[in-house]
């Protein structure tokens, strides 16, 4: 297989694709889209989120130092696209997407009642990078969507219907190619969950 050689690029992909929520300090929500999100340690959770100066939620996250991360669906795919277009000092983007501002558990900015999941972040630190500054958060609460949530309290995010990023498109994810160690898998664990 030949290559070509290109330039640095932000090419990593597929990449999350969220909608962050964020409010000013007499409580007036927004909401920002961004695809620079990621885990980024598991003990304790946290993520990082990367905002440019310019954005309106910037100071807005800067001055309260607390967002949610609200995962996105196929149904909300049309939202996502809107916040990450529209800026909340010209529209309220709650009100034109028919979205409902619901209460967090232990942050002081509202999560999208909509969204299957929502992760109540505090921010640790900010880190200047150029042209995003990197908020590192602490994953203070998740908020998971019953409807989600089977009898014996498994979560089953398959039916969820996230969706993801992909130079520059949204896209739905398709079936499953395998499962975490599914390539050492023994044949007693492969069979065990072909049955469920
Ligand atoms: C798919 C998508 C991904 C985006 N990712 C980012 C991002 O990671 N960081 C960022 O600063 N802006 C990102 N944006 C742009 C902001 O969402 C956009 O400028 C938005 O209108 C800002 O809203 P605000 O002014 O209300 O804060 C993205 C937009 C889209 C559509």
Known sequence: M???IWKPATILNPVPVV???CADMDGKPNIITLAWAGTINSE???LS???RKERYSYQLIKEKGQFVVNLTTRKLAFATDYCGVKSGREVNKFEM???TPEKASKVDVPLIKESPINI???????IQLGSHDMFIARIEAVNVDEGLIDEKGKMHLEKAGLICYSHGEYWGLEKPLGYFGYSVAKKKTVTRRKKK
């Open 49 to 51: 989120i990367s905002v």
């Open 2 to 4: 030949s290559k070509q």
């Open 44 to 46: 304790p959770p946290m």
């Open 120 to 126: 109540e972040c505090i921010v640790q630190s900010v």
């Open 19 to 21: 909608m962050v929520t």
């Open 97 to 99: 997407m028919k979205l």
